[in-house]
């Protein structure tokens, strides 16, 4: 058995978990926060048979999309921050990052 751990958008969210729902699969949502932007995001737990990690991790995939998102850097420790002008810069964040760990034991009672 494997652990599907899939860091998404909220965005993404609600869809994904309906497509994993509709074909079968069981899911776990947890709010998380990213470190670097410090942002509300999503990550599920999704336990599966090894042969099923493909198709879960297909259905991520064509759910999660990437958007690009304008973010300003902190000023620079230690620099004269009268000089320092923050251009904001922009980044790509998604489709998902995800993670596939093997799972010693699964009991369910
Ligand atoms: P955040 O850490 O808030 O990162 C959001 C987006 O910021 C990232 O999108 C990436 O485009 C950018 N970014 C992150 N760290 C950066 C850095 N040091 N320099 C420049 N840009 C940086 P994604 O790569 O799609 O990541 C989305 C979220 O997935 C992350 O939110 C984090 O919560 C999680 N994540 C990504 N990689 C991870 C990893 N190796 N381990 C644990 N969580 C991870």
New binding site residues.
């Given amino acids: 058995m494997k652990l599907v751990v899939a860091?998404i958008q909220d965005k993404d969210c609600h869809r994904l978990l309906s497509s994993l729902t509709q074909a079968g699969f069981r899911a776990t949502k947890l709010a998380?926060?990213?470190?670097?932007?410090?942002?509300g995001?999503t990550t599920l737990f999704v336990g599966v048979d090894d042969d099923q990690v493909e198709r879960v991790v297909g259905l991520i995939r064509s759910t999660c999309r990437?958007r690009e998102?304008l973010?300003t850097p902190l000023s620079p420790m230690g620099g004269p921050a009268d000089a320092y002008i923050p251009y904001p810069v922009e980044?790509?964040?998604?489709?998902?990052?995800v993670f596939v760990l093997t799972v010693e034991r699964f009991e369910k009672f």
């Fill in positions: 860091i998380s926060t990213g470190g670097f932007l410090r942002e995001n990437a998102q973010v980044i790509v964040v998604g489709g998902a990052t």
